[in-house]
T-cell receptor
Framework: GESVGLHLPTLSVQEGDNSIINCAYS??????FIWYKQESGKGPQFIID?????DKRQGQRVTVLLNKTVKHLSLQIAATQPGDSAVYFC?????????????FGTGTLLAVQP | DSGVTQTPKHLITATGQRVTLRCSPR?????VYWYQQSLDQGLQFLIQ???????AKGNILERFSAQQFPDLHSELNLSSLELGDSALYFC????????????FGPGTRLTVL
């Protein structure tokens, strides 16, 4: 069945370091993979997405890497800041027909130490 | 602030009761999505409406129903509530039918006693 899961439930990093959050997926038919960030007490917030035919996509301070061979997705955050502390979810989106929906992984808590 | 509003912010009710959660999407967004977030199930997609019509369904229980009105606001109705329905319920909106970027509201925390 479809599933998206995370390797590390908690990641603690020092302010200024780079962070890498990992995610494994099982559905090779997904069209897009997406990262969301959820700060305490708030709803999830879109960070970046990547189409399934791409390997890498960069945004502002973030890079998403997709390895389809091993069905692995990662989010790299450069120069991590205290404001980056949040739960990070990977999600997949398989579009088409009546099945367009985001399937979220279990989440990784990123704790940034000052 | 995402521009999506949800009411109420908190809701406490008893088992067997029925509640209605309300969502107003961002101005101009035609899609509304409902999600349930619980500790043991994570963030689960429930249902999507686009311009008044149901377009996608997830793991939504038969006791739950939703609708989107002509002014595009949406309501999620939860009936015959059980303890396990206690969760955060999020509404999200987006302009189109298949957007990866969805704008989430602040959520409604439902507690069933």
């Amino acid at each position: 069945g479809e599933s998206v899961g995370l390797h590390l439930p908690t990641l603690s990093v020092q302010e200024g370091d780079n962070s890498i959050i990992n995610c494994a997926y099982s559905n090779s038919a997904s069209d897009y993979f997406i990262w969301y960030k959820q700060e305490s007490g708030k709803g999830p917030q879109f960070i970046i997405d990547i189409r399934s035919n791409m390997d890498k996509r960069q945004g502002q301070r973030v890079t998403v890497l997709l390895n389809k061979t091993v069905k692995h997705l990662s989010l790299q955050i450069a120069a991590t800041q205290p404001g980056d502390s949040a739960v990070y979810f990977c999600a997949e989106n398989k579009r088409g027909g009546a099945t367009n929906k985001l399937i979220f992984g279990t989440g990784t808590l990123l704790a940034v130490q000052p | 602030d995402s521009g999506v509003t949800q009411t109420p912010k908190h809701l406490i009710t008893a088992t067997g009761q029925r509640v209605t959660l309300r969502c107003s999407p961002r101005s101009g967004d035609l899609s509304v999505y409902w999600y349930q977030q619980s500790l043991d199930q994570g963030l689960q997609f429930l249902i999507q409406y686009y311009n008044g019509e149901e377009r996608a369904k997830g793991n939504i229980l038969e006791r739950f129903s939703a609708q989107q009105f002509p002014d595009l606001h949406s309501e999620l109705n939860l009936s015959s509530l059980e303890l396990g329905d206690s969760a955060l319920y999020f509404c999200a909106s987006s302009p189109g039918l298949a957007d990866n970027e969805q704008f989430f509201g602040p959520g409604t925390r439902l507690t069933v006693l």
